[in-house]
């Protein structure tokens, strides 16, 4: 069985250009979660999404955003990306449904630096 | 608001050595627990979860952890440390009730591994 698949594993962006990552879940799974990943602040959660839905958000600014497909593949996009955004960001897919007590899968991430 | 903490930032063991790393938790009430090990530019792989039922949980590549409730850690373990076990530890936690499923990191232990 597949796992989580993030495009692409690296992009480079200058500051103030905007950036679209992707991600597809394992089959089946319905919850879609971000993360980022600095040195300083470790993993920080960023949105999940369920069913297209955007169930919860992190403490980020605006300028971060997602969405969910009808086949659970989950876009984020950053806006005018500062040099504080080079970060790996990771996705993570779940069964979630209303249940709690399931895992969640990671895939590789996407290194984004920005010069 | 709940938190995780990972006391030990990093951590040097040799080969063939048993090891522990420490996980603390703070929430309300009994969460889903998690470790997860990642390897350098690498995604999050999950070693090991608890849900209910049984305090000592077996995970892959030979790792263990143990939930107690009453000091609010779930530690990890091993045996016998191989050198493929060098890698970025991470202890995780979500919310048992519904809700969005959020994932809460500690910062992480490093783990060396001296031939």
């Known amino acids: 069985k597949a796992g989580v698949t993030q495009t692409p594993r690296y992009l480079i962006k200058t500051r103030g250009q905007q950036v679209t990552l992707s991600c597809s879940p394992i089959?089946?799974?319905?919850?879609v979660s971000w993360y980022q990943q600095t040195p300083g602040q470790g993993l920080q959660f960023l949105f999940e999404y369920f069913s297209e839905t955007q169930r919860n958000k992190g403490n980020f600014p605006g300028r971060f955003s997602g969405r969910q497909f009808s086949n659970s593949r989950s876009e984020m996009n950053v806006s005018t990306l500062e040099l504080g955004d080079s970060a790996l960001y990771l996705c993570?897919?779940?069964?979630?449904?209303?249940?709690?007590?399931?895992?969640?899968?990671f895939g590789q991430g996407t290194r984004l630096t920005v010069v | 608001a709940q938190s995780v903490t990972q006391p030990d930032i990093h951590i040097t063991v040799s080969e063939g050595a048993s090891l522990e790393l420490r996980c603390n938790y703070s929430y309300g009430a009994t969460p889903y627990l998690f470790w997860y090990v990642q390897s350098p530019g690498q995604g999050l792989q999950l070693l090991l979860k608890?849900?209910?039922?049984?305090?000592l949980v077996q995970g892959i590549k030979g790792f263990e952890a143990e939930f107690k409730r009453s000091q609010s850690s779930f530690n990890l373990r091993k045996p016998s440390v191989h050198w493929s076990d060098a890698a970025e530890y991470f202890c995780a936690v979500v919310p048992s009730g519904a809700g969005s499923y959020q994932l809460t990191f500690g910062k992480g232990t490093k783990l060396s591994v001296i031939p």
């Open positions: 089959s089946g799974h319905r919850s």
């Open positions: 608890y849900f209910s039922g049984d305090t």
């Open positions: 993570a897919s779940s069964l979630r449904g209303d249940r709690m007590n399931t895992e969640a899968f």
